[in-house]
């Protein structure tokens, strides 16, 4: 268990930088070129962000993604950050709860509630993890801390190098049919930035799974992040594939034409950004690193400054746009542009 816990540690520590971004992979999110309407016909005023997600409505179209629990500095985040979903009217996603299952005396550092009592709050387990616990224990898991939606993450490529990391990862796609159809609360399954192709999200639909946080590739690679803490022949295959993956841009559409919802995260970090993800199908965007960086150099002012620009970008391009509620963006005019062009065939 103290290894779990140090992990959440360094994991913190590491995503308070940006030592850990991508190097060449980008979210392709810049390819997507919104084109403006001089004669919008709208008041900005008149723009509703909110949007409807996995039961609940969030007055804008945004989530503080899932980074951390475990640790007490793990439960400082998750209170800081949870409140600040709370008062904005946004969801809330917990980092991987196996230090909790695992130790249950950690409980406390995801029980986000009292600072967070009508929050979508999100869940987190490894689909590996999953696979060995009863549907039973999983539904209390999430239960213990009055997740909405359980988040069942896949991380093949950051385990391949975390120090002692899974390396068996068969009977994953059944054990997400099995808890679609167990489990008392939605599923959601989510990468962990490497992001969503074609074939999975097919096949996620297919196992029955409605909603999928695609966490593409081009923000925190946490293929990078476990290379920072491994060992030298661990922390070389890291080094080789700190850009692999399926960029967030074209995750999304993946995802939409799948029949997924999706939940765009993995590189957004403006308002610009969320338009562009939402333009492409996206229910909703999720901010993660961005935010923390935010609250540890500015405390709660910074973090809410960050978060007043992202939604002024938002509400700005929505009304550029003609776009008086999100999803009036999917059928914005726009151009798709170079690498994100190719992805998309």
Known sequence: MADIGQRKVDHLELCATDDVAFRGRTTLLECVQLVHQSLPELAEDEIDTS???????????????????????????????????????YGFGLGSQRAMQRSPETAWTYEVRKHAPTTLVLGNVGVVQAREMASDVLAKLAADIGADALCVHMNPAM?????????????????LARLVRELPLPVVAKETGNGISAQVAAQLRQLGVEVVDVSGAGGTSWVGVEALRAAQEERALGEALWDWGVPTAASVVYAARAGLVPIATGGIRSGLDVARALALGARAAGIARPVLQALKSGGRAGADAFLDRVERELRAVMLLCGARRPSELTRAERIITGELRDWLG
Do not use: H, W, Y
């Open 51 to 89: 949007v409807s997600l996995l039961g609940k409505r969030l007055r804008a179209p945004l989530l503080i993604a899932a980074m951390t629990g475990g640790s007490e500095p793990s439960a400082d985040v998750n209170r800081e950050l949870s409140a600040i979903a709370e008062a904005r009217g």
């Open 159 to 175: 385990e391949l190098i975390q120090p002692g990391g899974d390396r068996d990862f068969r009977g994953c796609a059944q054990t």
